[in-house]
């Protein structure tokens, strides 16, 4: 008799050990197939993206937001986005100032101001030269990038390195001189007068 409740118990044990098991896969199987969805989702905005027309699309909103945007150079480096704005909100409505920075933060000392309306560039343009915190302003219309248009620039000797040509130094192999060591050659020059020598 204690044989089969042992039996029973062993049984009951691994009826529930293998339900344990089964919902373990179940919760898995659910995850992948998440996993999939997600990656599906992904796949077809990075899709969306290498799209030729919507890349096409995106290069002519860039095209047209940069119309309505001008470069401002030497920007004093304590200006804030706020005084920028101020000081363009005569030419129009401001949409956006982006002050450039490098990877501490620091800024770079120029920003780019988009407006809402095109014509507001030509009055931002009037600006050129004007002061803003004691430093005068360099306006211009902001240029469109076009990717892959890259101008090769070739790479500028330093003057205080040496000459380094891309082929390893390869000696000139030694020529025995054929008038013994330390023997040069004389050869008769024609006398003629040389204030000079």
């Given at each position: 008799m204690e044989g089969d409740v042992e039996m029973a118990a062993e049984e009951e044990g691994a009826a529930l050990e293998l339900d344990d098991m089964k919902k373990r896969l179940k919760e898995m199987e659910d995850e992948a197939a998440a996993l999939r969805e997600m990656q599906a989702k992904v796949e077809q905005e990075m899709g969306a993206v290498q799209d030729p027309a919507a890349a096409a699309a995106s290069q002519t909103n860039r095209e047209e937001v940069d119309s309505r945007s001008v470069f401002v150079g030497n920007v004093d480096y304590s200006c804030t986005p706020e005084e920028v704005q101020q000081h363009f909100q005569s030419c129009g409505t401001v949409n956006r100032v982006t002050i450039?920075?490098?990877?501490?933060?620091?800024?770079?000392?120029?920003?780019?101001?988009?407006?809402?309306?095109?014509?507001?560039?030509?009055?931002?343009?009037?600006?050129?030269?004007?002061?803003?915190?004691?430093?005068?302003?360099?306006?211009?219309?902001?240029?469109?990038?076009?990717?892959?248009?890259?101008?090769?620039?070739?790479?500028?000797?330093?003057?205080?390195?040496?000459?380094?040509?891309?082929?390893?130094?390869?000696?000139?192999?030694?020529?025995?001189?054929?008038?013994?060591?330390?023997?040069?050659?004389?050869?008769?020059?024609?006398?003629?007068?040389?204030?000079?020598?």
């Open positions: 450039r920075t490098n990877k501490y933060g620091q800024p770079k000392g120029y920003a780019y101001v988009e407006f809402l309306e095109p014509e507001a560039v030509e009055q931002a343009i009037l600006l050129n030269e004007s002061e803003l915190h004691g430093r005068q302003l360099k306006v211009s219309a902001k240029r469109t990038n076009v990717p892959g248009m890259k101008q090769f620039r070739p790479r500028r000797s330093n003057p205080y390195m040496g000459f380094r040509s891309r082929t390893p130094y390869m000696p000139a192999p030694y020529l025995y001189s054929p008038y013994g060591y330390g023997k040069v050659p004389r050869f008769r020059v024609p006398m003629r007068y040389s204030p000079y020598f």
